[in-house]
């Protein structure tokens, strides 16, 4: 994954690295907190395989905070519990905030990348969900301290959907 924070939690981030080198002790103790939230959040994602959800583990193999102009930018990889069969299967995923509307998206298909030696037999699918104009509304009508009801699923309802296909 390779999340590039909103202006605001940039500021914050990047107020508290201070002028610190990139590979400080500084930016590993915010990457720490920041990934301890995403930890917090089952990494934000749902990964779903013949309608069943597929686990993560609880910890990445590697992550990372870092600045990129004005923004920070989180990079981890998003660890499998078991490693998953590709030939002729089809996965579902999604990244959202659950509790909150957070906007997390993918510019384009050409965000995702398959690896080299898979590009033959899998391909990627993009969809963009359009909710309606009240839900829009609503949403943008929160602040901060207000939550919508968690039967709303609020994020949910703007959350991209990425299909992997392999064959």
Known sequence: M??????????????DAGEARPDSEVWKKLAAEVMANVLGQHYFTEFWH????????NLPPEYRLSR???RAVLEFVLPLAHPQPLKG?????STFDPTYFVDM???S????KIPAELAGQCQFKLE????????QAYALSLDKADAPTEEMDLGRQFAQT??????
């Open 162 to 167: 990425v299909t992997l296909t392999c064959q």
């Open 2 to 15: 390779h999340w590039v924070m909103d202006e605001i939690t940039s500021a914050d981030l990047l107020y």
């Open 68 to 70: 990129q102009d004005h």
């Open 105 to 107: 998206y993918y510019d």
């Open 128 to 135: 963009t969900p359009k909710p309606d104009a009240s839900v």
């Open 50 to 57: 013949q309608k069943k959800a597929v686990k993560f583990d």
């Open 109 to 112: 298909e050409k965000s995702l």
């Open 89 to 93: 299967q089809r996965y579902v995923f």
